[in-house]
């Protein structure tokens, strides 16, 4: 088998700006100028699979695929699924102190827009089980929705390895919530029914069209809008309020601000606005 060398492979104008009218038309993604690198070295990988030798040939081969399957690989190549199980601790002692106690409600509803690979859905739920002692009582619902059919396939599967994932559960949790499928390392546990049965999870591009009709307590969409431009998060931020109870919140990501695009939210606290 011949190895190609495609190191010093470099992206055209052309095919940079084909690339990202794509993505920004397709997921709301932000693909300027400085992105040009990381879309580089992202998509060699897949050019060098496919034995692809230029990056113009390779948007062909995107185009041409009638079933979309490359188009979705792409995506999948393209987004940033970092993630982590209690990400961001301040979003769920607010959850616990300020909203669960507050929830008079049979129904709730918490949606996880943009999901990644199930660990943010999951860790709602935990504070879910912890905190209301009535819960089979109630009807509880987190729906967990992202882009990527790969992430939502491992969200499904609900297996984490310690080294990673883990890392920020405390020892109690982690002996209740989950079982031990791997003892050694690196260990794994998978997340247990009872809090699985509390997620829906589905392939979802905030882009499109909303099947769902809410009205949710909570939204979390946490480090997603930031890989978005300005218009899109505007227009999304409409959507979202929409969506939400009166005096629902919205949870974004610590590192984005509202603040340059326009909404009808009050400010809570840092990343946290209610409607
Ligand atoms: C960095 S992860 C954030 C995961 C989690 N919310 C957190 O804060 O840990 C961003 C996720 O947003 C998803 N995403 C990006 N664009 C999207 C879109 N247009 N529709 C739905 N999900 C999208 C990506 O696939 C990725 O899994």
């Known amino acids: ?30 693909l300027h100028d400085g992105k040009r690198e990381m879309v580089r070295a992202r998509l060699m990988k897949r050019l060098r699979a496919l034995e692809i030798k230029s990056f113009e ?28 199980f209690f990400r961001e601790p301040q979003h769920f002692d607010f959850l616990r102190q300020k909203v669960l106690p507050n929830i008079k409600n049979h129904r709730m509803r918490f949606w996880s827009a943009g999901c990644s690979s199930g660990e943010e859905p999951y860790s709602i739920a935990i504070v879910l089980r912890e905190e209301l002692p009535d819960i089979g009582l ?27 994932a883990l890392q920020e559960i ?19 546990y998978r997340v247990k029914d009872s809090i699985r049965s509390l997620v829906r999870l589905a392939r979802l591009n905030l882009m499109d069209r909303w099947s769902m009709r809410g ?37 974004v990501g610590h590192s984005e601000s509202l603040v340059a695009s326009p909404h009808k939210f009050h400010y809570v606290q840092p990343a946290v606005y209610v409607k």
């Open 57 to 84: 040939q390779y948007m062909k081969y995107v185009e041409q695929d009638r079933s979309n399957l490359e188009l979705s690989i792409m995506v999948d190549m393209l987004t940033t699924n970092k993630t982590n």
């Open 170 to 188: 405390p020892p109690h949790l982690l002996q209740k919530y989950f079982i031990c499928i791997r003892t050694r390392s690196p260990c794994a």
């Open 215 to 251: 009205p949710f307590d909570v939204i979390f969409c946490r480090n997603v809008m930031i890989y978005f431009d300005k218009p899109t998060q505007k227009q999304l931020l409409i959507r979202f309020r929409k969506l939400l109870k009166p005096c629902g919140y919205l949870f």
């Open 1 to 30: 088998m011949v190895v190609m060398d495609l190191s010093s492979l470099e992206i055209s104008d052309i095919a940079f700006e084909k690339i990202s009218k794509l993505m920004h038309r397709l997921c709301g993604l932000n």
């Open 138 to 164: 109630r009807d509880v619902r987190i729906l967990a929705t992202d882009i990527s059919g790969r992430m939502i396939e491992k969200a499904r599967e609900a297996v984490y390895e310690q080294r990673d």
